[in-house]
């Protein structure tokens, strides 16, 4: 059965830095490309960031310059470091698997990111 589990999640404060770690069992990871969504409270999940097997990245607006998205295919692991953090990254933040083929698209339980002072 896969899964995907999100870990790294706390409380922070403005300015200060996370790193979230996402681990994919029963999965291989080159078969798909790899992603960090996020919700907040009463509004629709969003784009934070996206990496293929490439290394190509692509981030949503709001994240670009502050947050970095990277893969260890090997480990199963994919992370997302968030530095500059600012209370609206506030949100629960989903690791996600798309197939790079035909297949399943995997989403996690979610890990909780709360900015404030």
């Known amino acids: 059965q896969v899964q995907l589990v999100e870990s790294g999640g706390g409380l922070v404060q403005p300015g200060k830095s996370l790193r979230l770690t996402c681990f994919g069992s029963s999965i291989i990871l080159n078969d798909y490309v790899m992603g960090w969504y996020r919700q907040a409270p009463g509004l629709q999940r969003e784009l934070v960031a996206v990496?293929?097997?490439?290394?190509?990245?692509t981030y949503g607006d709001s994240v670009k310059g502050r947050f970095t998205i990277s893969r260890v295919n090997a480990n199963n692991t994919v992370f997302l470091q968030m530095n500059s953090l600012k209370p609206e990254d506030t949100a629960v933040y989903y690791c996600?698997?798309?197939?790079?083929?035909?297949?399943?698209?995997?989403w996690g339980q979610g890990t909780q990111v709360t900015v404030s002072s």
């Open positions: 990496i293929r097997n490439s290394g190509m990245t």
């Open positions: 996600n698997a798309r197939p790079t083929r035909r297949g399943v698209e995997y």
